[in-house]
DNA sequence: AATTATTTTTAGACAAATCTAAAAATATAT
DNA sequence: ATATATTTTTAGATTTGTCTAAAAATAATT
C-alpha cells in the first residue's frame, strides 16, 4: 500500500466512525482537502483491491479487510503519538503532525514493539482509543465538560477545536491538559457551569464545555 | 525534498566517503539497484537545486549544502537504529530495514528530542559514528579484528560482509554481537589468529577476522 | 413535473520517478 | 591510432497521483 492509499483509507475509516453511513465523495475530498475527481480515480484503484465497496454516485463503505488495516494505520498513528508525548515530552498539541508521518512505516514487528515499550496503552493522548493488533477497541470513556456529572472530578485530556482564539482562552484562564476540573453548578437557562478548575472557581459557557474532552 | 532525491544524497556521500572522488553514474545505479538513465535524471534534478556539482559524462560531487544534508539523513538513520536495538530491543540485523524508512521523516524537533532521550550517542549499534546536529562526526573507533593488537580484550559491534554463509559460521562458532575476543597469538605465514571468545579458545582464519569489525 | 443546483464521474493533461532502446561520449585493447 | 567495449546520456514510454474542465447523474426547488 501507498502512503496515498493509506491516507483515503484512514479518511474513510475515520468519517464512518462518526457518520455511521456510506461516505461520499466529496466528502473524503473535503477532509483530504483535494479534488472529487481525485477521489474518484482513488476510489477505483481502493475497490479493485477491496479494500472498499464503491458503487458510482453511491459513496463507499470499508469491506473487512479495507476496515482492518485502517485501524492498524489508526494504531500505529495513536502508538507513535504517545511515545511522543510519554517518552519525547512532546506538548500534545505539536504530536499530530509527526504522528502523520510515522503512522506510515511498515514493520508489524515495530509497532508491537512499540507497543509494549509504551506498555500497551489504550488510549492516546488525545484520550482516544488505541485499537490492539487485532484490531480490538476498547471504547474511549472520554467527555465533553459538558456531559459530565456534578460533583465530581474530571481531567482534562484534549480539545475538540483547536483554533487559536480558543487555545488563546485557555492560556488566560490557566486551563491546559492535565487540568482537573470539578463542575459545582450548572445554569438550567444557558448551561452554563461552575468549575473549579485546580481548585480555582470558574464561570465556562456551554460553547466552551462543548469543547473541551475530559476523562 | 522527496525520499527518492534524499535516497540519492545519502547513496552518493556513502560512496563519496569510501572512495574520496567523485561519483560515477553507474556506481550510483549499482548500489541502489536501479538503472543508470534513472539515475542521470536525479543527477540533474539534485544539480539543478545546487545539492550536488555535475558534469556530464565526470561525475558527481556533493555541494556543503548537499553534503550537509546526506549527514542530517544518515545521522537520522543511524539514532533511529539505536532507538530500535537499545529501547525496542530489535536484533542489531534486523535494524536497517526499518531505519531506511525511518530516516525520511521530517522533523528537526523530533530528531533532537530522540537524541536526548537515547543520551547522545556518537554510535549505532554497528559502530558507525553519528553526525551530531551540525553535522560533526567523531570519527570512528571502529575496527577489523585483523587489525587489533594482541592480548587486548575488544567487542564484537558487526559484520562486514552479511552474506548467510558468513552468519551461519559465527552461529556455530557461537560468535554474536557482544562477544569479547582477545587475540592471543598470530601466525606469520597466513595471519590465521588464536583468538579467546568469550574466554573460549577458538582459530580464525584471516578471511574471517577481515569480516569482523570490533571495538 | 420541470427546472435549477449540486454532486460525481469522465476525459484529457501534467509532474515525478522510473524504464527500454538507441545514440553519443569516453575508455580500453589490439 | 583505430577498432572495440564500456559508460553515460538522450528520447520516448509508463505508472502513480494529481489537476481542470466538461459531461452525466442525482438532489432540491419552484
Known amino acids: 500500500m501507498t502512503f496515498s492509499e493509506e491516507n483515503y483509507l484512514k479518511t474513510i475509516y475515520h468519517i464512518t466512525s462518526s457518520s455511521g453511513t456510506e461516505v461520499s465523495t466529496n466528502a473524503i475530498a473535503e477532509k483530504m482537502e483535494t479534488k472529487a475527481s481525485s477521489v474518484t480515480d482513488m476510489l477505483k484503484k481502493l475497490a479493485d483491491k477491496e479494500l472498499i465497496v464503491y ?18 494505520i489508526v494504531r500505529k498513528h ?43 496503552p ?13 484490531g480490538l477497541i476498547k471504547k474511549s470513556n472520554k467527555l465533553l465538560l459538558s456531559e459530565v456529572e ?3 472530578e474530571y481531567r482534562c485530556i484534549g480539545v475538540k477545536d483547536s483554533s487559536s482564539d480558543f487555545l488563546k482562552y485557555l492560556d488566560k484562564q490557566k486551563i491546559s491538559l492535565g487540568s482537573t476540573f470539578v463542575v459545582k453548578e450548572r445554569e438550567n ?7 473549579e478548575v485546580n481548585s480555582r472557581k470558574v464561570t465556562i459557557s456551554n460553547k466552551i464545555a462543548n469543547n473541551l474532552f475530559v476523562h
Chains 1, 2 share one sequence.
Not at 454516485?57 to 482492518?68: A, M, Q, R
Not at 504517545?82 to 517518552?87: I, T, W
Not at 489504550?122 to 485499537?131: A, R, V
Open 55 to 72: 458503487q458510482k454516485y453511491k459513496g463507499v463503505i470499508l469491506t473487512d479487510k479495507g476496515s482492518h488495516l485502517a485501524k492498524m
Open 78 to 120: 495513536r502508538l507513535w503519538e504517545v511515545f511522543l508525548v510519554d517518552k519525547l515530552h512532546f506538548p500534545w498539541d505539536e504530536v499530530h503532525d509527526i504522528a502523520e508521518q510515522l503512522e506510515h512505516i511498515k514493520s508489524e514487528k515495530l509497532i508491537n514493539k512499540l507497543d509494549d515499550f509504551l506498555g500497551n
Open 122 to 134: 489504550t488510549e492516546d493522548p488525545h484520550g482516544d482509543p488505541i485499537p490492539d493488533s487485532s
Open 150 to 152: 456534578l460533583n465530581k
Open 189 to 195: 437557562f444557558d448551561d452554563t457551569l461552575l468549575v
